[in-house]
């Protein structure tokens, strides 16, 4: 990257940070990433991150923050809330419903991870389908380009018939405690919603599934890639060449492996 590509890095993400801080985020505590631990920095915002932000009296711990557009998205796991910051905004919308809702996201700690990918979808992971949407492995909630926003509801309940590599008859929602904790979104060279997600499921297993840019899949079983993660989930990061970095449980400890590619969505190829 040239020295004018860092300096404009630098810029916008400094005024990402300023636009959080007008809006109340006054704390930000939480596990430094891998490369932040190795040269004694702090990050900006690292994931797994808890950001209390003293909108009202509903807002728990949020657990992940992203960037789309000049918005910014905050997943509130402890109350399963998705809040939006738009660009230009001091003041944060709520946009997925009421909190601790068994019929919304969860009642809390039920949505833990989110990922978006290059046209703005959001992938929102799905410990425990609700009643009224069954068969949610995840929520997947297209950005809408008019309205500048996102619009969740239980139609926006997905992957639910996405099968078991182990028992290729069954589906992985189906299957009993079985639901998604952390899920991350490499996109495709085509940069138009298409690409491979990949996903810690609760039953200690990670898994990838190619994912076409209308949200379909060229294939409905899931690549298994790791099958016995200690803890109850992972917190994962995907590079560029498909490497997988994850830490298990409660970051007793910590591995890394290179994930089998997933088969490319339909008119497409994994990124280089």
């Not at 991350?184 to 994912?211: K, W």
Request: charged share 10%; hydrophobic share 40%.
């Amino acid at each position: 990257m040239s020295l004018w590509g860092r300096v404009v890095m630098a810029i916008e993400i400094a005024a990402d940070f300023r636009r959080l801080t007008r809006a109340g985020v006054w704390s930000l505590a939480g596990m430094l990433t891998f490369c932040a631990a190795a040269v004694g920095q702090v990050p900006l915002v690292s994931v797994g991150s808890v950001v209390p932000i003293p909108y009202n009296s509903n807002m728990n711990q949020i657990y992940k923050i992203l960037f789309y557009k000049g918005n910014v998205l905050a997943l509130d796991a402890g109350a399963d809330v998705l809040y939006q910051l738009p660009p230009g905004a001091t003041s944060w919308n709520n946009i997925s419903g009421p909190a601790r809702t068994s019929c919304g996201l969860g009642g809390g700690y039920n949505s833990q991870s989110m990922a978006i990918d290059a046209v703005g979808t959001v992938y929102i992971s799905v410990t425990n389908p609700p009643n009224c949407a069954s068969n949610a492995l995840f929520w997947r909630i297209p950005y809408d380009p008019v309205e500048k926003t996102w619009h969740y509801s239980t139609n926006t309940a997905w992957g639910g018939t996405i099968l078991d590599p182990a028992n290729p008859t069954s589906t992985l929602v189906s299957e009993s405690g079985q639901g998604s904790v952390d899920v991350q979104f490499e996109n495709s060279n085509l940069m138009d919603g298409s690409g491979t997600l990949y996903f810690g499921a609760s039953q200690n297993q990670i898994y990838s599934i190619a994912v076409n840019k209308d949200g379909t899949f060229p294939n409905l079983t899931a690549t298994s890639i790791i099958n016995t993660t200690s803890g109850g989930g992972v917190h994962m990061a995907i590079d560029a060449v498909g490497n997988i970095y994850f830490v298990e449980g409660h970051a007793i400890s910590a591995t890394n492996g290179f994930a089998p590619p997933a088969p490319p969505a339909s008119g497409s190829s994994p990124r280089a």
